[in-house]
T-cell receptor, first 112, second 113 residues
Framework: KNQVEQSPQSLIILEGKNCTLQ??????????LRWYKQDTGRGPVSLTI?????NTKSNGRYTATLDADTKQSSLHITASQLSDSASYIC???????????FGAGTTVTVRA | DSGVTQTPKHLITATGQRVTLRCSPR?????VYWYQQSLDQGLQFLIQ???????AKGNILERFSAQQFPDLHSELNLSSLELGDSALYFC????????????FGQGTRLTVV
């Protein structure tokens, strides 16, 4: 069973709207959690990285939250743009980054 | 541009054949990671090298092997290819042994026919 579960698997939103992606993990011990954006056929690009003590981190219109107690994270996209259409991947690592666990990703499609 | 270079971008080969994928890390990065991404699947970690030595191993098949050379570029060798090996193969690099801010290359799309 995957130690990082993302939901929804995919979603479609209208340009200008907001959306929230979820990431639940069971990785333990926990070191940090990252969100990546991956355009189709391209390499993933890091959006945010949060350690155990961080609750929120923003990168432009992207805001990630982390609740290390419940082992949940979310990625909120504000005022979506067509260029936000991509797969968003949650990655959780253990101390020393010796073990990385990747979520299957959420595919976001933004329509005009 | 992440600074990580992967060649070739596309590769089509027949079952049973052997191919080599190449990765040049960002300048100054000592770690190289290889990942496999099959259609509609998440990234699967294959193997990590740090400064020429194998550091961590993931779900890498015995038919696959990798190495990192003194100039820090890395090669992933895939042999006895099967249809199921068709996937995107990504390389990432980071300064140290931690994946803290690893940067990904654009990937090599391998199609086995």
């Amino acid at each position: 069973k995957n130690q990082v579960e993302q939901s929804p698997q995919s979603l479609i939103i209208l340009e200008g709207k907001n959306c929230t992606l979820q990431c639940n993990y069971t990785v333990s011990p926990f070191s940090n959690l990252r969100w990546y954006k991956q355009d189709t056929g391209r390499g993933p690009v890091s959006l945010t990285i949060m350690t155990f003590s961080e609750n929120t981190k923003s990168n432009g219109r992207y805001t990630a939250t982390l609740d290390a107690d419940t082992k949940q994270s979310s990625l909120h996209i504000t005022a979506s743009q067509l260029s936000d259409s991509a797969s968003y991947i949650c990655v959780v690592s253990s101390p020393n980054d010796y073990k990385l666990s990747f979520g299957a990703g959420t595919t976001v499609t933004v329509r005009a | 541009d992440s600074g990580v270079t992967q060649t070739p971008k596309h590769l089509i080969t027949a079952t049973g054949q052997r191919v080599t994928l190449r990765c040049s890390p960002r300048s100054g990065d000592l770690s190289v990671y290889w990942y496999q991404q099959s259609l509609d699947q998440g990234l699967q970690f294959l193997i990590q090298y740090y400064n020429g030595e194998e550091r961590a191993k993931g779900n890498i098949l015995e038919r696959f092997s990798a190495q990192q050379f003194p100039d820090l570029h890395s090669e992933l060798n895939l042999s006895s290819l099967e249809l199921g090996d068709s996937a995107l193969y990504f390389c990432a690099s980071s300064v140290g042994t931690a994946f803290t801010e690893a940067f990904f290359g654009q990937g090599t799309r391998l199609t086995v026919v």
